[in-house]
């Protein structure tokens, strides 16, 4: 049914239940390519160095290490799996992800670990709705 999956993982509760789902999904059509994306926010390069390289090691050592989780969760499918990390506005970076591979169908949870903020200004999950090329399944 769906061929090419993107599962957007940041490491919350709600994350690893899209997973879960998102492998379900996967394991339904044996040639499907799951692909799963971590974004983070884009650091401040106000910081100067040494504490912007500094910051950047330490976002890329969470993202691994959410990545390594997810890959735990995901395990073995009959298709792909493919991972990208990438700096920028998590909801922009899925929708950039979502458009230049073509994927069929993104898969994420309902609310992650952002800033409070998305409850006053609309989550992440909200923002991929509206604009995705493709259908969003959110998982609560």
């Known amino acids: ?11 919350s509760e709600r ?11 996967a394991r339904c059509t044996p040639t499907a390519t799951l692909r799963i994306v971590i974004a983070y926010d884009p650091i401040p390069t ?13 976002r890329m050592k969470e ?3 959410v990545l390594e989780q997810a890959r735990t969760i995901v395990g073995k499918i009959p ?10 506005p998590p909801a922009d970076a899925i929708l950039r992800v979502a458009e230049t591979r073509g994927s069929d169908l993104i898969v994420m949870g309902s609310r992650g670990l952002g800033q409070i903020t998305g409850l006053l200004l609309g989550s992440q999950s909200q ?4 604009h995705a090329p493709c259908p969003v399944l959110i998982v609560r």
Do not use: C, H, T
Not at 15 to 25: F, G, L, P, S, T
Not at 79 to 88: L, S, T
């Open 79 to 88: 298709g792909e799996v493919r991972a990208e990390i990438m700096e920028g």
């Open 1 to 11: 049914m769906f061929e090419n999956i993107l599962l957007a993982v940041d490491g």
């Open 15 to 25: 994350a690893w239940k899209a997973a879960k789902m998102a492998v379900e999904m």
């Open 127 to 130: 923002k991929v709705v509206n």
């Open 46 to 58: 106000y910081l100067g160095e040494p504490n912007l390289q500094n910051a950047i090691d330490a």
């Open 63 to 65: 993202a691994e290490a």
